[in-house]
T-cell receptor, first 114, second 114 residues
Framework: AQSVAQPEDQVNVAEGNPLTVKCTYS??????LFWYVQYPNRGLQFLLK??????LVKGSYGFEAEFNKSQTSFHLKKPSALVSDSALYFC????????????FGRGTSLIVHP | NAGVTQTPKFQVLKTGQSMTLQCAQD?????MYWYRQDPGMGLRLIYY???????DKGEVPNGYNVSRLNKREFSLRLESAAPSQTSVYFC?????????????FGAGSRLTVL
């Protein structure tokens, strides 16, 4: 079975400060990990993914995520937050040896204050 | 390049009425999905289709039916709507690449059942 947890319902950060949105996962085999972003009244948009290789993955809009196998985590990060980054962020995982369908977390609302 | 298109964007139904949500993609995706999004629940998979001519139940299929009419189109039908089906519905197409299954989502259909 595969599962993903986003322990924070909401993250608040001041504009210009670094941001982190947390994600932990559980799979039987090797994980494929994803981050998606949802702006108000829009569908989810793909940000970045980890399949294999370098643990630090760079994605769209200046976001990056760090895969940590020992901690089973895949936290989303950005060095300097923008007000326009305010949105709902979803982490997703699929087990490389299991179903091709990803399992999504419940989402974390990121609020960047001016 | 439209991507994934859902119709209608908004719909209000009375309990017991039926309706069909339409989804079409022009990205040549093999797999397609229907999710519902509810506050605090994240995304829950209703039905999916691995390829043209096949459909399978997801996490919350009760009260819904689907049709994969061809490779482009995947519709979701509510035969007898209930207030518990008030939600935002998202259709997505999946692109297998290097073992990943990156999903492209439609803009969503907001359904209210009175």
């Amino acid at each position: 079975a595969q599962s993903v947890a986003q322990p924070e319902d909401q993250v608040n950060v001041a504009e210009g400060n670094p941001l982190t949105v947390k994600c932990t996962y559980s799979v039987s085999g090797n994980p494929y990990l994803f981050w998606y972003v949802q702006y108000p009244n829009r569908g989810l948009q793909f940000l970045l993914k980890y399949i294999t290789g370098d643990n630090l993955v760079k994605g769209s809009y200046g976001f990056e995520a760090e895969f940590n196998k020992s901690q089973t985590s895949f936290h989303l990060k950005k060095p300097s937050a923008l007000v326009s980054d305010s949105a709902l962020y979803f982490c997703a995982v699929r087990d490389s040896g299991g179903s091709y369908i990803p399992t999504f977390g419940r989402g974390t609302s990121l609020i960047v204050h001016p | 390049n439209a991507g994934v298109t859902q119709t209608p964007k908004f719909q209000v139904l009375k309990t017991g009425q039926s309706m069909t949500l339409q989804c079409a993609q022009d990205m040549n995706h093999n797999s397609m999905y229907w999710y519902r999004q509810d506050p605090g629940m994240g995304l829950r998979l209703i039905y999916y289709s691995a390829s043209e001519g096949t459909t399978d139940k997801g996490e919350v299929p009760n009260g819904y039916n689907v049709s994969r009419l061809n490779k482009r189109e995947f519709s979701l039908r509510l035969e007898s709507a209930a207030p518990s089906q008030t939600s935002v519905y998202f259709c997505a197409g999946g692109q297998e690449a290097s073992g990943a299954n990156v999903l492209t989502f439609g803009a969503g259909s907001r359904l209210t059942v009175l």
